[in-house]
C-alpha cells in the first residue's frame, strides 16, 4: 500500500480493483462501483458519498435479533434506514440530533456510533449488499 499511496503522490495512473472501500477512498481520485458486472455508479470518491449517503450515519446496536423490531421505533429520525444483521444504520446529516431523538423516546440501544458517511455506505445503498456478503 505504501508503494501504491507513493507512485499516486508521483502523478503515476493506476488500476485497481479493490473491496476495501477504505483503500478506495484513499487512493482513488475517481472510480466505478460496480454490482453484477454491471457499473452502478462513477466519480470520485467524495462525489459519490454526496450523491448515494448523508453526511454522518448513527450505528445502533440492540439485543440479538431487535434489530429489525427497533428500526419501525427509529426510521421516521432519519433519512433512511437500513437493519443489518448486528446493526441499524440511520442516514442523517445531523447525527447527535438523531442520538437525541432515539434517547427522547426512551430507547436504549447496547451501543451508538456517530460517523461520517463512507464508500461502504454508498456499495450498500448501489448494491443492497454489505461488503461481507
Known sequence: MDRLYRLKAEGVTLVLTTHY?????QLCDRL????GG???????????IDRYCTREVVELR????DSERMAGKVSDIAARTEVLPDRLLLYTDEGDEAVAAIEARG???ISVLVRRGT????FLR???????D
Open 62 to 65: 440492540f439485543g440479538p435479533g
Open 119 to 122: 464508500l461502504e455506505d454508498v
Open 21 to 25: 472501500m477504505d483503500e478506495a477512498e
Open 32 to 35: 466505478v462501483v460496480m454490482d
Open 38 to 48: 454491471r457499473i452502478a455508479a462513477e466519480g470520485s470518491p467524495r462525489q459519490l
Open 126 to 132: 448501489l448494491t443492497g449488499r454489505h461488503l461481507v
Open 107 to 109: 430507547l436504549e440501544p
